[in-house]
């Protein structure tokens, strides 16, 4: 458990670096360009036009780092003070400061964040924009002084650490040896900390003096994951063998490395192929003078083409070490692929992978198994999730209201993925549940969704269906009316279990404020919380169109003593796995008694009109009114 812990540690401040980064990619592709081109060296030398190269890596670049690294602690403000206190680490030293950027930024948002809030409700009427500006002003002013007297010595201290490590296992042939660490952070999205805490601070400046930096091609080489794709391709089996040739362009020509990790996780042994793939690399572009003048991002081909310097040397040298690294990972991949039993299932590899992301996989949904035709003559229609709650629930509302719009005959009903039953004919889920849907229920047609509020497939269902299905209106009113024939609803959505204009700095501080909302009003145990913050993680209950709905996982159904709601209106919004959430109905569902107000919510929160209503209102009694009138 301790050690679990510890990864999510890491990784989350793998993320939040990386957060701070990524944003900027293209000031550094800016900056790599410039650089290619009119250095002394480049490809049309300009004495001119290469002074923007200095001031760019030593001012513009950490700048914009310790901006978005404040802005992603207190928006706005903490940016502006963010920045200004990266410039005492920035004018405090002679290297590029990313590292001091990375400390500062966020820093001077935390530091302002907890200003605003100890202030807040204490400001008279009318001196609001003074305080604001002059707290700003004095706290930023403050930081940049004690960045530039403290802070950049430390960090030029410890860059100039890293540097003397790096230039001695370089000189004693070392270097190939980080790939031991280096590749398996890659599979466990450990490696943002390593490669934006460390590596890029470090090339920048290596590149700043030497005009190039091979650490920038540790992390970023696409040959070990190349291999084992291709090893895929010539002796898996199944389904991993036929996806795997699509999965080797993804990787190597969009730099998408991510796609390669749940191959590997199928057969773990597979990490040595990537390691080895990384080490022979390594080795090829130290023996060769390997490098890049600027950030790759991402791992493709085309960025490392991109960014190698203008001589034929380096293009051979990189250009080597990816395919040397691609070959020995295909060699090696392959004799562990031929060697052994081979249980290779996908869909349960990029679930797994998923899951140690700790967030939404950009590709997951590449490898959810390929369906067929819509089945004829469907009567059934099940939207799953985990708990069978809130998401699911509301999802059915919408497309049962389509289907009675259409006079089309289908049950839609919702459930937990447990107890889908085995006549279901369609089953809809969220995209990363749709491989245990799959396995509970392998017959039936799946259909995955992103946004449950607005799904483009909904639409696309109902005209498949419309083709197949006679008109029996009077029936499907009767059944939708039994279904929603539960106990009353009234006071389920109370007055003061509405809250307006909150701010919380992540998803987690707004779902423990959704959950003790629901504990206070006696709807829920203590524990329910808890099961609240593990359902979210398993997957997201952001449910699209700004809307988020969190709730307990299946289990803890045993911790609602009665159905309640809460609304919050989060007019900044709050961050929910890169979706911007602005309003959050917290839920505790009992017996069914939650769904038909649960319905009305849904049908309200399709139409983004309601949501700027709901998110602009301005009392309780006003954004319950725009829910009720639905």
């Known amino acids: 458990m301790a050690q679990s812990n ?15 980064v990524m944003p900027n990619i293209g000031a550094f592709i800016a900056w790599g360009l410039i650089t290619a081109l009119f250095i002394p060296t480049g490809f049309f030398p300009n004495e001119s036009l290469a002074k923007l190269v200095d001031p760019m890596v030593k001012y513009l670049l950490p700048l914009l780092i310790g901006y978005t690294g404040g802005k992603l602690v207190h928006d706005q403000r903490g940016g502006v003070v963010g920045a200004i206190a990266t ?16 400390i500062m930024g966020p820093l001077g948002g935390y530091i302002i964040k907890k200003f605003d809030q100890f202030i807040e409700g204490k400001v008279k009427t009318g001196f609001e924009m003074l305080i604001n500006n002059f707290s700003a002003g004095i706290l930023g002013g403050i930081l940049a002084i004690l960045a530039f007297l403290g802070v950049s010595p430390a960090v030029d201290g410890f860059t100039g650490a890293l540097v003397v490590g790096v230039d001695w296992m370089v000189a004693h042939g070392l270097l190939p040896l980080t790939s031991i660490l280096i590749e398996p952070a890659k599979i466990l999205f450990l490696n943002n900390a390593i490669n934006h805490g460390i590596l890029s601070p470090i090339g920048a400046e290596q590149i700043r003096t ?58 773990p042994l597979l990490i040595i192929a990537a390691i080895l793939g990384g080490m022979s690399g390594v080795f090829t572009f130290v023996l060769l003078g390997g490098g890049l003048q600027a950030v790759a991002s991402p791992g493709s081909i085309l960025a490392i083409l991109a960014a190698t310097p203008g001589n034929a040397g380096s293009y051979v040298a990189n250009i080597s070490g990816v395919l040397v690294a691609a070959v020995v990972s295909f060699i090696v991949g392959s004799l562990i692929l031929k060697t052994g039993k081979q249980t290779e299932d996908l869909d349960e590899a990029a679930r797994k992978m998923q899951e140690m ?40 509302s919408l497309l049962r209201k389509k289907v009675k719009q259409a006079d089309l005959n289908i049950s839609v009903t919702n459930t937990a993925i447990s107890n889908i039953p085995s006549d279901a004919q369609i089953v809809i889920t969220q995209e990363e549940l749709t491989p245990r849907a799959q396995n509970k ?20 269902l109902i005209d498949q269906l419309k083709n197949d299905h006679t008109t029996s209106k009077a029936e499907e009113e009767k059944r939708v009316s039994a279904e929603n024939n539960t106990d009353s609803n009234d006071g389920l959505l109370k007055e003061e279990n509405v809250f307006l204009n909150q701010y919380f700095s992540s998803k987690e501080e707004a779902i423990r404020f959704a959950g ?3 504990v206070k009003g006696g709807y829920v145990e203590e524990n329910y919380v808890e099961a609240m913050i593990d359902r979210d993680n398993m997957t997201s209950t952001y449910m699209g169109n700004d809307v988020a709905i969190p709730h307990g996982t299946e289990e803890a159904k045993k911790n609602v003593l009665r159905s309640g709601f809460t609304v919050i209106q989060v007019p900044e919004g709050v961050d929910f796995d890169g979706e911007k959430v602005r309003l959050i109905f917290g839920i505790a569902g ?35 009114a725009i829910i009720q009138s639905n």
């Open 6 to 20: 510890i990864k999510v540690a890491v990784q989350k401040f793998g993320n939040f670096l990386s957060s701070m």
């Open 516 to 518: 003790s909302v629901l």
């Open 87 to 102: 410039m005492g680490v920035i004018v405090g030293s002679d290297i590029p400061m990313f590292l001091g950027a990375m």
């Open 590 to 624: 009992k017996d069914g008694t939650h769904l038909e107000i649960l319905s009305g919510i849904a049908i309200t929160c399709s139409d983004m009109d309601n949501i700027e209503k709901m998110v602009h209102a301005k009392s309780a009694k006003e954004l319950m």
């Open 357 to 396: 992301k700790g967030k939404k996989s950009s590709v997951a949904g590449s490898f959810t198994k390929q369906q067929g035709e819509v089945p004829a003559s469907v009567q059934k229609i099940v939207f799953a999730c985990d708990a069978g709650m809130g998401s699911s629930a509301m999802g059915a």
């Open 210 to 267: 030497n005009g190039q930096s091979i650490l920038l091609l540790l992390e970023t080489n696409p040959g070990p994951g190349l291999g084992i794709l291709l090893a895929y391709c010539f002796f898996g089996k199944g389904t991993a063998k036929q996806s795997a040739p699509g999965a080797a362009i993804i990787h190597f020509i969009g730099g998408i490395h991510e796609i390669y990790f749940p191959y590997v996780l199928m057969r």
């Open 441 to 460: 229920v392998p017959d039936a047609y799946h259909i995955s969704v992103d946004n449950f509020l607005s799904s483009p497939e909904y639409d696309k």
